[in-house]
């Protein structure tokens, strides 16, 4: 299995609501990322974990949220969010924290706030 | 710091065109390189990578050169396919810390 799985693939919620996005992936890696990523433009690095630990936060607004429940999985709570946060939200997967490996992609979550 | 440099877009070629994109970088230490394709609607996919200096990826008929000297990683591909069309991303990785960085991104179009 050489997958990152995102669910879900469209989510569109208003200003008020709660969501969650899911990732997972059985690769054995234990670095998972999420970025960020609007039309026409690179992915923006938001979050990363390290064998289960938060390790950087790119000064993302407490509006997201992220967690980690195991080492398969990565989750990422809104709540509040704004229209500017409309974007493809990215998780990946990688075999290495200390930088060596490759990023493995999910197809992301096409994530729409009216 | 690290940072990726690419040529801006978007490029439009014909069919069995030969294609290149320019890749620059700076970075402390000895990178990883990468280049990433995104096709329309989906994630990131690995294209190529090179680890080492004068190491040379390749990937469905892509290549790319790990240049200490020139600190460029251009990818190159002999004669591109509609299929081709997408979103090519360069990137590197440093040795320490586990934050990729990525390029602007270079929108490739091949007409028929």
């Known amino acids: 299995d050489t997958e990152v799985t995102q669910t879900p693939k469209h989510l569109v919620m208003g200003m008020t609501n709660k969501k969650s996005l899911k990732c997972e992936q059985h690769m054995g890696h234990r670095a998972m990322y999420w970025y960020k990523q609007k039309a026409k433009k690179p992915p923006e690095l938001m979050f990363v974990?390290?064998?289960?630990?938060?390790?950087i936060n790119e000064s993302v607004p407490s509006r997201f949220s992220p967690e980690c429940p195991n080492s398969s999985l990565l989750n990422l709570h809104l709540h509040a969010l704004q229209p500017e946060d409309s974007a493809l939200y990215l998780c990946a997967s990688s075999y290495s924290g200390r930088g060596m490996g490759k990023l493995f992609f999910g197809s992301g979550t096409q994530l729409s706030v009216l | 710091g690290n940072s990726v440099t690419q040529m801006e877009g978007p490029v439009t070629l014909s069919e069995e065109a030969f294609l290149t994109i320019n890749c620059t970088y700076t970075?402390?230490?000895?990178?990883?390189l990468f280049w990433y394709v995104q096709y329309p609607g989906e994630g990131l996919q690995l294209l190529l990578k090179?680890?080492?200096?004068?190491d040379k990826g390749s990937n469905k008929g892509f290549e790319a050169t790990y240049r200490k000297e020139t600190t460029s990683f251009h990818l190159e591909k002999g004669s591109v396919q509609v299929s081709d069309s997408a979103v090519y991303f360069c990137?590197?990785?440093?040795?320490?810390?586990?934050?990729?960085?990525f390029g602007t991104g270079t929108s490739l179009t091949v007409i028929p």
């Open positions: 090179a680890t080492k200096a004068d």
């Open positions: 970075a402390t230490g000895y990178p990883s």
């Open positions: 990137a590197l990785i440093g040795n320490y810390g586990n934050q990729f960085y």
């Open positions: 974990y390290s064998y289960e630990k938060l390790s």
